[in-house]
């Protein structure tokens, strides 16, 4: 017996099957004072089906109709039943009223949780005042398999299509189905296709750990026959890359599906060697090349009950993988949005050629009538000639095409499975007859994470810019942060990853998606300490570049930063411990040297050793400072002290006192050492003059870094107030710059600072270079984590008003709400409006205009300062004081305006 159930919760989860659920709504919503919570999240996720953590954390986003609100206390239930939560009742976990300000990270402390259940949840709070909220709608989620010796499953193979019938003797009350793949898989019952993933379940380190998706398939089963069908494709299980060969030689299923019946009983259905296999209409698939499918080859009903499958072999049970199943805790990889094609040319007889308008990671559905046999073929490609045909030079061995072979019978609709492309233009050949504009659309396909931020200025170039970021960070996200989306690479290279990681996390919800990738950084770890290049690695080297390996303290530090979580810090300590100490071993003087790679894609070169000794700097300065937060206290001193060691190695070794430069006094070697503060204090100046200087007068207002350089030189800039100057460099459209890109058309950004379109190493759609985003929130927009009081407990906003920016508008939707920056700037009179998050704070730096001499401020219509002083009064605004030519306003939660005008 893999479980047991009592009798009670059959009959309550029947009766949940037999009617709508009505949710037990109090009789009179509060409408003033707190409300009741929203965003309910576990484990960052929604509703999650499929969570296979002990004690996950729930989160919820407070609400409350006055200022400067907080929690004082929460009460959190959790039952085993709607019905019971609707009573109150946490039969599960019943928090009681707990006194905390914390409304994420709350950890389950509860009964054991059990594998292969559901659980409702709710939760209330408590104002400053000991005012109760009312209780939040309802929220669930399912616990997966804990264990895994709940997988009756066994790995099978044998052929591309997999079919089993099951007979089922009474009305199903619930259903889950786990499925794992090496490859990728489609879950198919009763004809019909299981879920909304594709590309599923995400790529890992195979031998080390396979993800499984959860799906609830209660209403897809009846009583009497069923049929389970399973499509199946290699994916990156059976892809040679880089280093390292093809893990596998065939794509594996495993499968569990725990049924629960009416009649009490339960009924298990696994993968194993009563399944029947067979090769399907999919030929061949494979990520880079693409897929050819002969429809003629489809099997009608093969999916559904009663299907012959007498001439089908039995599946193989194979070896597969001996890791760790894992459930995915992550949003899922999905067809995300569709685009019609802007142009369609005929440059040669027969050879077709769509322009969807946007370069994007995905496929097409093709739309197309002709005889049997007839081979449709699609090749795509990011670039064309100024003959009008495809530019596939870039794409280096990827043949990033798929053949559809038609059936022969009405309107045929095609989309390949298991494979994706990264392409703007299509070239359609063995179309039968014309083709239409309509005969095409594209598919957009990535990780579907949720957009939570946004940001807008006066200036349409700074828009342009944003929007190809999002584009380039959206369109790679394929479960791992790729490099490119298009040609024979798409790999997790951690130096992309963690330069871009934060602007990602101000835009998107990331934190499921980083807390896996982190995850995979701990598969590939050594047990000398060591990381790869790539994560899962197949390209570059082991011991990974230290400006790669870094992605590992840094993306844990942001995740910290911006969620507050300290879980991630936890899982992750002793992992991040054994890289500083490998990093140690490297560098026995105290400056690490190895490099490969360095300030990559850099317009004029800086040495890779100073590149790696400063992230050896940053490594032991962020590792000490996990320490302290986790309490631990020796090791933080510890890593203190040889980060302090460090800097001095490093000063020593590539820092000129005289002349002020770091190494061959590049923007990348000055903006390095000036970020993390490692400039000995009286030559701080100098060194950020020559760094200005060189972006001035000796480039012409332009950068010369390549992506690792550019993550600090912006903000650099900032902090010794030459927004101005950076904000010069984020709207240059000459050569190198992003406004260069767009100029150029691209509508994701590049892999190079320069035009390059040739068979050498020019991606067009490469999202490192989009870690200006991260200054476009935090220095145009304003808003910042306090790095002291993290996951937005504090926040301080701080826009820069700079040149001819009349207006910036940022939004980042933070844990514990949303939080908003938004500036205008006329002569004489410059408007701030800030939304602060119940249950937060913020330093809100209010700017005078260069023009304004004597100011006077208004919050609303009461007067916050004036002749120079604070003006008490002002609900929520607690303080005010002059920072050179700022006022620093101390506010609660809400929303504030504020109005600076000449007094
Ligand atoms: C990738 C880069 C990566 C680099 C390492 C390239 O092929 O596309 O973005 O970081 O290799 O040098």
């Known amino acids: 017996m893999f479980r047991s159930y009592s009798s009670l919760r059959i009959l309550a989860v029947a009766a949940l099957v037999a009617m709508p659920v009505v949710w037990a709504v109090p009789s009179a919503r509060a409408t003033e004072g707190p409300l009741a919570p929203v965003n309910l999240r576990c484990e960052y996720l929604h509703n999650p089906v499929g969570i296979d953590v002990r004690q996950p954390r729930f989160a919820w986003v407070d609400r409350h109709t006055e200022r400067a609100q907080m929690q004082s206390a929460y009460q959190v239930l959790v039952a085993t039943t709607p019905e019971l939560l609707a009573q109150n009742k946490g039969d599960a976990w019943d928090s009681g009223k707990t006194a905390s300000d914390d409304s994420t990270q709350v950890v389950y402390s509860g009964k054991a949780l059990e594998s292969d259940h559901s659980y409702w949840w709710k939760v209330r709070y408590w104002d400053k005042d000991g005012n109760a909220s009312d209780y939040s709608h309802p929220a669930s989620f399912d616990v997966a398999l804990l264990a895994r010796s709940e997988w009756k499953g066994q790995w099978i193979g044998g052929a591309n299509l997999f079919r089993k019938e099951v007979t089922l003797n009474s009305k199903v009350v619930r259903a889950r189905a786990y499925v794992a793949a090496l490859g990728y898989y489609e879950l198919r019952i009763n004809g019909e296709k299981i879920g909304h993933n594709v590309l599923d379940p995400a790529w890992t380190t195979y031998s080390a750990r396979v993800l499984y998706s959860t799906y609830d398939i209660t209403s897809h089963l009846r009583a009497g026959k069923n049929a389970f069908g399973a499509m199946i494709g290699g994916g990156w299980a059976l892809l040679g890359a880089g280093e390292v060969p093809a893990p596998y030689k065939q794509p594996a ?23 029947k296999v067979t ?27 009663g299907f012959d499958d007498s001439a089908w072999s039995a599946a193989e049970i194979l070896e597969g993988s001996k890791g760790i199943l894992s459930a995915q805790m992550m949003p899922p990889i999905r067809d995300v949005d569709t685009i019609i094609p802007v142009a369609l040319t005929n440059p040669r007889p027969g050879v077709y050629v769509y322009d969807l308008g946007q370069n994007f990671s995905g496929w097409v559905d093709l739309h197309v009538s002709g005889p049997a046999g007839t081979q449709v073929q699609m090749r795509f490609s990011e670039l064309l000639y100024d003959t009008g045909m495809i530019n596939r030079e870039n794409l280096r061995g990827a043949k990033s095409r798929d053949i559809y072979i038609l059936r022969g019978e009405g309107e045929e609709h095609y989309h390949p499975r298991f494979t994706y492309h990264g392409f703007r233009y299509v070239e359609v050949t063995g179309y039968p007859g014309t083709p239409s504009l309509d005969s095409l659309h594209g598919h957009v396909v990535h990780t579907a994470v949720e957009t939570t931020g946004s940001f807008v200025a006066s200036k349409p170039l700074l828009n342009q810019i944003h929007k190809i970021i999002r584009w380039s960070d959206l369109t790679n996200m394929a479960s791992v942060p790729t490099d490119c989306d298009q040609r024979n690479e798409r790999q997790g290279w951690l130096g992309d990853s963690q330069t871009s990681a934060e602007g990602v996390m101000l835009n998107f919800d990331m934190a499921a998606f980083y807390t896996n990738f982190l995850r995979d950084m701990r598969d590939v770890q050594g047990p000398d300490g060591t990381l790869t290049d790539t994560v899962p690695h197949r390209y570059g080297s082991r011991p990974a570049d230290p400006a790669w390996g870094t992605a590992f303290p840094l993306i844990s530090w942001y995740l910290y930063q911006q969620n507050g979580d300290r879980r991630i810090l936890e899982e992750n300590y002793e992992g991040l411990k054994k890289y500083v100490e490998f990093l140690r071993t490297r560098a026995p003087d105290n400056v690490l040297r190895y490099s490969y790679y360095g300030d990559w894609v850099a317009v004029e070169k800086t040495p890779g050793e100073l590149v790696s000794d400063f992230y050896y700097y940053y490594d032991a300065l962020l590792l000490s400072k996990i320490a302290a937060v986790l309490g631990n206290s020796a090791d933080a001193a510890s890593y203190m002290q040889l980060a302090t060691q460090i800097k001095d190695a490093f000063n020593h070794e590539f820092f000129n006192a005289k002349t002020g430069n770091y190494a061959n006094g590049t923007q990348t070697a000055n903006a390095l050492p000036l970020f993390l503060d490692m400039v000995p204090p009286d030559r701080r100046g100098a060194v950020a003059a020559n760094l200005n200087n060189d972006i001035l007068y000796y480039h012409d207002t332009h950068v010369t870094t390549g992506f690792i350089g550019i993550r600090y030189l912006m903000p650099v800039l900032t902090q010794f107030h030459h927004s101005d100057l950076a904000y010069d460099l984020a709207v ?3 050569f190198p710059s992003w406004g260069y890109m767009v100029a150029h058309g691209a509508t994701t950004l590049w892999e190079l600072w320069e035009n390059k379109t040739g068979p050498s190493m020019n991606s067009h759609d490469h999202h490192m270079m989009g870690s200006v985003d991260a200054w476009f929130y935090e220095a145009l927009g304003g808003i910042n984590v306090d790095p002291d009081r993290p996951g937005y407990r504090h926040i301080r906003i701080e826009p820069q008003v700079t040149r001819d920016l009349t207006s910036v508008s940022a939004t980042v939707g933070s844990v514990r709400g949303k939080v908003t920056s ?11 409006q800030v939304d602060v998050p119940v249950n937060a704070t913020a330093s809100v730096s209010v700017p005078e205009g260069d023009e304004m001499t004597d100011i006077a401020i208004h919050e609303g219509e009461r007067s916050v300062w004036e002749k120079g002083h604070f003006v008490e009064g002002t609900p929520g605004v607690t303080a005010g004081k002059l920072d050179g030519k700022r006022v620093v306003f101390e506010v609660g939660s809400g929303h504030y305006a504020f109005r600076v005008t000449e007094e």
């Open 732 to 734: 240059q459209t000459t």
């Open 279 to 305: 090769q399907g209409p999919i030929v061949s698939d494979s990520v880079w090349d693409g897929e050819v499918y002969d429809a003629r080859r489809e099997l009608p009903g093969w999916d559904s009950p």
């Open 822 to 832: 938004s500036w205008s700037h006329e002569p004489g009179v410059i408007t701030l």
């Open 253 to 275: 299923l495993m499968l569990q599906v725990n049924i629960e019946l009416a009649d009490g009983k339960t009924v298990q259905v696994e993968s194993d060697n009563s399944w």
